[in-house]
């Protein structure tokens, strides 16, 4: 999808919504908007470290549990993994990154730290759509969601309003569920309909909205919602 097809929209419109475009087979595209890339939300005060962190190939690990209840409270950054008697805060490639980046935490490999450049480096070693995620992921935090893994939706990411506790158990308020499963392309990768047939099916089991998040030569990221049809 080129720039040429994505419609502008004013940055003081904070969701991600837009005009009707096209019918691909059961799955509507449906609104797309792109928005100049936003401020920057403050994640902790700035200059802060919160925590010292390992990172094991394709995870990041804080092993200190108050340095981990620093930046799991409120931002929710992380899980907590109970392990052979061991308990974990565990951080994905993004979350790691973005912390990294913005000077929070600070990530040993072998014994020695690294720099959020070669973290980087490494991150797309391990996986290769890690760019686009990452820039996807950084996006939605600046906008600040609160965004989690969507594996088990067969997506890349959930994203929560701003404040949920993605953790909460027992009964929750409309608000408090999945909002949005983001999942994220390069502007050149070729869209096939039943890589995202998926994710769209599950998205609206729990009433989420599936978006594609496509990310141009240039890190703007637009959006596109995908609604189910029948045909």
């Not at 990172?55 to 549990?65: H, I, P, R, Y």
């Not at 409270?73 to 907590?80: I, L, Q, T």
């Not at 992921?137 to 939706?153: E, P």
């Not at 993605?166 to 999942?183: A, D, F, L, R, W």
Request: charged share 30%; proline share 3%; hydrophobic share 30%.
């Amino acid at each position: 999808m080129s720039k040429k097809q994505k419609n502008k929209a004013s940055a003081e419109n904070p969701e991600l919504t837009g005009e009707s475009l096209e019918l691909i087979e059961n799955s509507k595209v449906s609104d797309t908007i792109e928005m100049q890339k936003p401020e920057a939300q403050p994640l902790f005060k700035i200059g802060e470290i919160l925590a010292n962190a390992e990172f094991l190939e394709s995870k990041v690990v804080v092993w200190s549990k108050d340095e981990g209840n620093r930046i799991y409270s409120e931002k929710y950054f992380g899980k907590w993994i109970d392990e052979e008697k061991v308990t974990y805060l565990q951080l994905s490639l993004e979350e790691a990154m973005l912390l990294i980046d913005r000077g929070h935490i600070k990530i040993n490999y072998e014994g020695k730290p690294i720099t959020s450049q070669v973290f980087y480096e490494k991150c797309m070693i391990v996986d290769k759509e890690f760019p686009q995620k990452f820039t996807v992921y950084r996006d939605l935090r600046n906008r600040g969601y609160i965004v989690k893994s969507g594996f088990k939706f067969g997506t890349h990411f959930r994203v929560y309003d701003r404040g949920v506790n993605p953790y909460k158990e027992g009964s929750k308020e409309t608000k408090e569920h999945t909002k949005y499963n983001v999942h994220a392309y390069s502007e050149n990768h070729m869209l096939m309909p039943q890589e995202w047939s998926r994710y769209v099916r599950l998205s609206h089991n729990i009433r989420a909205t599936a978006l594609m998040a496509i990310v141009d030569e240039e890190g703007d990221v637009t959006y596109y919602k995908i609604i189910r049809t029948k045909p």
